[in-house]
């Protein structure tokens, strides 16, 4: 994701500049890059995406395409539809797949973003190493820009997750005799109840063990279950 840049030329609206900051936040990436955008207020941005310094803090403005693309090796154009002799593709997963790896081995990577009226210009994206579209309803193919990012965004997140929270501390297993103390308890459930009919039990008692036993309890887990059947038993 550091070497994953953003860069949205000429964006018209303060406010999709602040939704496409929250599409960046929500995904993991802080690296963007404004060229010729209009006058914005921080607290704007701010308004519509929640505590957005770590992409703010490293926001940067440019005069110009050339300037803001000077140090990236592959960038990549959006558009919603082909164009004439321009490397135009719509298989966004397999691109993240292609493109995360690229970025992993020979970064930085771009993804340019045009103006919300008319998107990128024909020579802007001939500047592009390639283009890529979103798979969208063919009759209705048009995003606003912030939902573009961050459909894009979210399929290169997929490819690498956010790191999970750690996990609580485990409780310590159940032991045999932890076991065992449940099982007999359990076995005087069933007798007490009577809920065998016939027989003697013991294919009840083996089913019941192997449950128990895929449960994998904790010590906890084990004694609860073992003070509720006790108090069974003796109701």
Same mark, same amino acid.
């Given at each position: 994701?550091?070497?994953?840049?953003?860069?949205?030329?000429?964006?018209?609206?303060?406010?999709?500049?602040?939704?496409?900051?929250?599409?960046?936040?929500?995904?993991?990436?802080?690296?963007?890059?404004?060229?010729?955008?209009?006058?914005?207020?921080p607290d704007l941005i701010a308004a519509v995406a929640h505590r957005p310094d770590p992409v703010l803090a490293?926001?940067?403005?440019?005069?110009?395409?050339?300037?803001?693309?000077?140090?990236?090796?592959?960038?990549?154009?959006?558009?919603?539809?082909?164009?004439?002799?321009?490397?135009?593709?719509?298989?966004?997963?397999?691109?993240?797949?292609? /493109?995360? *790896? %690229?970025?992993?081995?020979?970064?930085?990577? #771009?993804? !340019?973003?045009?103006?919300?009226?008319?998107? +990128?210009?024909?020579?802007?994206?001939s500047r592009c190493h390639e283009i890529i579209g979103l798979p969208v309803n063919p009759a209705y193919p048009?995003?606003?820009?912030?939902?573009?990012?961050?459909?894009?965004?979210?399929?290169?997140?997929?490819?690498?997750?956010?790191?999970?929270?750690?996990?609580?501390?485990?409780?310590p297993p159940a032991d045999l005799a932890d076991y065992d103390r449940l099982f007999t308890v359990l076995d005087?459930?069933?007798?007490?109840?009577?809920?065998?009919?016939?027989?003697?039990?013991?294919? /009840?008692? *083996? %089913?019941?063990?192997?449950?128990?036993?895929? #449960?994998? !309890?904790?010590?906890?887990?084990?004694?609860? +279950?073992?003070?509720?059947?006790?108090?069974?038993?003796?109701?």
């Open positions: 994701m550091e070497e994953i840049v953003i860069i949205l030329h000429r964006p018209q609206d303060p406010r999709n500049i602040g939704a496409v900051v929250r599409a960046m936040l929500n995904t993991g990436f802080q690296r963007l890059r404004l060229v010729e955008p209009p006058p914005f207020d490293r926001l940067t403005i440019h005069p110009d395409l050339a300037d803001a693309t000077a140090d990236i090796r592959y960038l990549v154009g959006t558009s919603d539809r082909p164009h004439l002799n321009l490397p135009w593709r719509n298989d966004v997963r397999q691109w993240a797949v292609e /493109l995360h *790896r %690229r970025a992993t081995v020979a970064g930085p990577v #771009a993804l !340019l973003f045009g103006p919300e009226d008319n998107g +990128l210009s024909r020579e802007e994206l048009t995003l606003n820009l912030a939902q573009a990012v961050l459909l894009i965004l979210y399929e290169l997140q997929q490819v690498t997750p956010p790191s999970p929270p750690p996990s609580p501390p485990a409780e005087e459930l069933i007798t007490t109840t009577q809920f065998v009919k016939s027989g003697n039990g013991m294919a /009840l008692r *083996r %089913r019941l063990r192997a449950i128990i036993n895929r #449960a994998g !309890l904790s010590q906890r887990d084990a004694a609860v +279950l073992t003070a509720l059947l006790r108090a069974a038993v003796r109701r």
